[in-house]
């Protein structure tokens, strides 16, 4: 891990999760492998999840984040800290390409499979990406339940409530090893199961996490998954 990754991680950990937000604790970090590729797909509530996942894990992480926040001092910052640019809403192939090769180089990458943040109630529908990156690359997939940050700053909140935040890491698993004749019936049967971790690690903590019906119509119809 870099200088200056540390450096900042350890800071922001302290000063502004400590002393801030009430606390961020990190739940089974051991269980995010300690090298080789791997993603962590974790749910989306608020700004503070990408620093408060990066900050419960000893590994430094990648991740993508909107183009728009690439400016003036702030951009450079956390370009340092190991984000790059996605286009939200468009085919942006150039930042899956720069995944998949973070990803191959063995790197841990961490992505909001939702797309973006939610109502801190429900788990919104997953996107195909991750189950992409996981199926082209063989990356262990590591499901992060973030617990605390819908408080903390929810969507559409101006000021920060204080409270603890949980960050609580997941058995990974990977592609290869679900069900499914079809790529496509292999490719719901992984969006299904990521989201019933993630939902399943939320409410293990203590914050009762809704499914969609789209994620609860893909289970109903995916065959069981045995645990790693």
């Known amino acids: 891990m870099g200088l200056w990754y540390r450096a900042v991680r350890?800071?922001?950990?302290?000063?502004?999760?400590?002393?801030?937000?009430?606390?961020?604790r990190g739940i089974h970090e051991s269980r995010v492998p300690g090298k080789g590729a791997v993603i962590l797909a974790a749910n989306h509530m608020s700004h503070l999840d990408p620093p408060a996942v990066g900050c419960a894990t000893r590994r430094e992480l990648t991740f993508m984040a909107k183009?728009?926040?690439?400016?003036?001092?702030?951009?450079?910052?956390i370009a340092s800290l190991g984000a790059f640019p996605v286009s939200r809403g468009e085919g942006d192939t150039e930042s899956i390409r720069h995944s998949m090769e973070l990803l191959e180089q063995g790197h841990a990458l961490l992505l909001f499979p939702e797309g973006t943040r939610g109502d801190g109630k429900t788990l919104q529908e997953l996107n195909r990406g991750v189950a992409m990156l996981a199926k082209r690359t063989g990356a262990p997939v590591v499901p992060v339940g973030v617990v605390g940050t819908e408080i903390v700053?929810?969507?559409?909140?101006?000021?920060?409530?204080?409270?603890?935040?949980?960050i609580c890491f997941g058995?990974?698993?990977?592609?290869?090893?679900?069900?499914g004749?079809?790529?496509?019936?292999?490719?719901?049967a992984f969006t299904?199961?990521?989201?019933?971790?993630?939902?399943?690690l939320c409410r293990e903590n203590g914050f009762m996490l809704a499914s969609s019906a789209?994620?609860?119509?893909?289970?109903?119809?995916?065959?069981?998954?045995?645990g790693d």
């Open 67 to 77: 183009k728009e926040l690439f400016k003036g001092l702030f951009g450079k910052i």
């Open 153 to 166: 700053l929810p969507r559409g909140a101006k000021k920060m409530t204080r409270h603890p935040i949980k």
């Open 171 to 179: 058995e990974p698993f990977t592609y290869d090893a679900m069900p």
């Open 10 to 24: 350890g800071t922001v950990r302290s000063v502004f999760f400590g002393l801030r937000t009430g606390g961020l």
């Open 214 to 226: 789209a994620h609860a119509g893909r289970a109903a119809n995916s065959p069981t998954i045995s």
């Open 192 to 200: 299904a199961e990521l989201a019933s971790r993630i939902v399943a």
């Open 181 to 188: 004749a079809t790529d496509r019936e292999k490719r719901e």
